[in-house]
């Protein structure tokens, strides 16, 4: 495990927490352990203090710290390296494992630019590994039924759409106040609602804008973004486009009902997908609780524990089912039959489109022109454009006033 924060504590932590009690076991596999072997990190206060807690829950793991903590880590013995540090240092880590020749799994966005994907690409390839993507979005049941719908064509032809996520203040201001400054909330969430775009209604990227609001976690001429709003255009093989915009924002009040504010909207040539993820589910009230130490709706969908039935106590939903995924993918590679069939099992595994690198190539370059666009809009430069397989290269910037085409990558897209 290389990182070990807030991510590292709501999904990582229950899925090797009950994975530890429960082994993985398919008929093609058997029974597979999977067992927290190490830890990388910074400081390795977070780790120790996980030790501590977790005395028989998890089974005894070494903690490395800065320098060197992921090759540290990779001398240990790992068969696979899950990479949950700030997005912007998520390349090198990957980089590091996949050249080790371990299977990686990388918290989104993957990787900032195409270069840094083609290049965790080739390693993997060159490894014979798996390397993938969490996208737990994609694993929520309104967005599964949704991607059903689309599949067996009941929905046909999407037109234009809204997806919105707004995150409390505590994101900004708390839990990732480190590494903040110069970021913005777009790459940390908005890539959600960029694959499950991409994955479920197909299509080319063609083009990427972007605006956004500064002022309230850094100077309002800084480079430090409240909130965006990003504008992708698809198009597709009818010759048909699709505008998708999608807002994000981490100062949404601590008071606020809700930890997020989640919502979508598709319109189809034939219907409309409205989703909501406070309207569905549950409120609660707890006088002197609600809505600051709990909040008043709850996603039970995405993160829960629970006390089950027969006494158990557990933590499931969407955010630990993606991991667990991800090992029985791994498991189903070494493990699933002959060593001689390994070559067809690793292919059948970097297939799935849902969270392979080779299958993230357009949420990246609309990840990469995004960081673009508001680093010229910092810069005194607004309202630039990326275009997707311009004449002049893959993903080209053009700036307003017919200024020289800036090429952000030159392979095609």
């Known amino acids: 495990m290389v990182g070990m924060g807030m991510i590292f504590d709501e999904t990582y932590r229950p899925f090797f927490e009950q994975v530890h009690r429960h082994p993985l076991y398919d008929p ?4 597979c352990r999977v067992e927290l072997r190490a830890v990388a ?4 206060t977070r780790a120790e203090a996980y030790r501590r807690s977790a005395a028989g829950r998890v089974a005894a793991f070494e903690s490395f710290t800065e320098p060197d903590s992921v ?4 001398r240990a013995g790992v068969d696979f390296v899950c990479v949950a540090t700030p997005d912007n240092r998520h390349f090198a880590a990957a980089r590091a494992a996949l050249a080790a020749g371990k299977h ?3 918290e989104k966005p993957s990787v900032l630019s195409l270069a840094e994907l083609d290049e965790l690409d080739r390693l993997a390839r060159q490894q014979g590994v798996l390397a993938k993507v969490v996208y737990h979005k994609l694993l929520d049941p309104d967005h599964k039924k949704l991607r059903t719908l689309v599949a067996d064509g009941e929905l046909v032809h999407v037109n234009h759409g809204y997806c919105s996520l707004l995150e409390p203040k ?3 201001q708390s839990q990732f106040a480190e590494w903040i400054r110069g970021r913005n909330p777009g790459t940390y969430v908005a890539v959600h609602y960029i ?3 991409d994955f479920t209604f197909g299509g080319r990227l063609a083009s990427v804008a972007c605006t956004g609001q500064r002022g309230l976690v850094g100077p309002p001429n800084g480079d430090t973004w409240d909130s965006t709003q990003l504008r992708l255009v698809y198009r597709y093989p009818d ?4 505008a998708f915009d999608i807002h994000t924002s981490w100062v949404t009040p601590e008071n606020f009902p809700g930890y997020v504010e989640q919502e979508v909207q598709f319109r189809f040539d034939n219907g409309v997908w409205n989703g909501h993820s406070r309207k569905r589910g549950v409120e609660l009230t707890i006088e002197g609780v609600t809505p600051l130490g709990r909040k008043i709706t709850i996603n039970n969908h995405y993160n829960g524990t629970f006390l089950e039935p027969w006494g158990e106590r557990s933590q499931r939903g969407y955010g630990v089912e993606v991991l667990e995924r991800f090992a029985r993918e791994v498991a189903h590679v070494e493990f699933g039959g002959p060593a001689a069939e390994r070559p067809a099992r690793l292919e059948a595994a970097r297939a799935l489109a849902y969270n392979d690198l080779s299958a993230d190539r357009q949420t990246v370059a609309a990840v990469q022109a995004m960081e673009a666009i508001l680093a010229q809009h910092a810069a005194g430069i607004p309202n630039c454009v990326a275009v997707v397989d311009h004449p002049a290269g893959g993903l080209v910037l053009l700036r307003p006033g017919g200024a020289e085409p800036q090429v952000l990558y030159a392979g095609t897209v």
């Not at 990190?41 to 390795?44: A, F, L, V």
């Open 28 to 31: 093609a596999f058997g029974v």
């Open 41 to 44: 990190s910074r400081t390795g």
């Open 71 to 74: 090759q540290k880590l990779l």
């Open 104 to 106: 990686v799994l990388i």
């Open 170 to 172: 505590q994101i900004a």
């Open 195 to 197: 694959k499950l775009i």
């Open 239 to 242: 010759g048909r486009e699709a």
